[in-house]
């Protein structure tokens, strides 16, 4: 996600306080990511740009598709065992971690609002109209929560995130963490570790090992979905940049890497070809078959999840998995 910009609070409501410490969302270093990734050997690109309106749609699309199995494994897991993670946390305050539609909010805020009236929930995340569009939605939903929402980074801002309550639940779901290598993992990881208290407790959602071929299918749906947001990451790029990188010159590949335990996207120029990025002042030569990575998708078992964890000063406090053992949620405390 991106970082710098301004800082700000606006009150919006009587329940309602937003904090902007980011301007223009993830595409505030978009400039430097692009002439980094794509001068660089081999290419890549940040997969936080492919989130414009139409890559957010796209995606909303991809977690109903039926070979994209990561968001109803970790759904499933949660209309059954969310009640028994609050119990356990005991949160008078929910922080997550990028929310996106905020669809699995409500498994969590629920219970939440039935040990805690009054409870705070802190949504934190790098657009401030999804930011304001959630925190409109979930007032007018329940009566009586306090809606703090965080415009910002949450690689970068964490620091800024002050406590509203004496247990905080912070919320990191969706596999997100499997979008960071090892070491940017431990460094999130450790940064979070600093901002909780020791009554703070920190779930985080993650895919598991299994057969390479359901992995792959995940990502290679049959409807060609997901190869159309992964060629969206190059319209979001002409759209800021003034590019004219072709979608259409690109293959979409998926495959999964085993001794990385990690699903690796990229774009693959399925001819030579040059492309001008006019805002940057720069010329991308492509070769036959060149590819640009886009995402990696890090799978994870307990024993592994758990060494990290340790490395960053947290203890696996509770295991939660879905019927096929597909997807888990690791509850985890300060140590």
Request: with cysteine; hydrophobic share 40%.
């Amino acid at each position: 996600m991106a970082g710098g910009g301004c800082t700000g609070a606006i009150e919006t409501a009587a329940e309602i306080l937003i904090d902007v410490h980011l301007r223009d969302g993830a595409l505030a270093t978009i400039a430097d990511d692009v002439r980094e990734g794509l001068g660089g050997t081999p290419k890549e690109l940040p997969p936080k740009y492919f989130y414009d309106e139409r890559g957010s749609q796209l995606f909303e699309q991809i977690t109903r598709l039926p070979e994209y199995y990561p968001t109803r494994a970790e759904q499933q897991i949660l209309d059954r065992v969310a009640a028994e993670i609050v119990s356990a946390a005991g949160p008078s305050e929910l922080v997550e971690l990028g929310p996106g539609s905020a669809r699995k909010t409500h498994a969590l805020l629920d219970p939440i609002l039935q040990l805690s009236q009054g409870a705070t929930y802190v949504p934190v995340d790098v657009s401030e109209s999804a930011i304001r569009e959630l925190a409109d939605r979930l007032s007018d939903h329940y009566e009586g929560i306090r809606i703090h929402g965080v415009v910002g980074d949450f690689e970068r801002d964490l620091e800024r995130l002050r406590a509203n309550g004496d247990r905080r639940l912070v919320a990191f779901l969706g596999g997100t963490l499997g979008n960071f290598d090892q070491r940017q993992r431990l460094a999130f990881l450790r940064r979070t570790r600093r901002m909780l208290g020791p009554d703070d407790r920190l779930l985080i959602g993650t895919d598991l090992v299994k057969d390479r071929k359901r992995l792959e299918a995940a990502y290679n749906d049959s409807d060609g979905v997901t190869a159309e947001f992964n060629r969206n990451v190059l319209r979001v790029v002409n759209a800021n940049l003034d590019g004219d990188l072709d979608p259409a010159r690109f293959d979409h590949v998926a495959f999964y890497d085993e001794r990385r335990r990690r699903i690796e996207m990229r774009l693959r120029a399925h001819e030579a070809h040059s492309a001008r990025i006019e805002g940057l002042g720069m010329d991308v030569v492509f070769e036959h078959g060149e590819e640009i990575r886009t995402e990696i998708s890090c799978k994870f078992t307990r024993p592994a999840l758990e060494r990290e964890y340790a490395a960053a000063s947290l203890d696996l406090i509770g295991w939660y998995s879905d019927d096929e053992n597909l997807f888990a949620l690791s509850l985890t405390r300060p140590t």
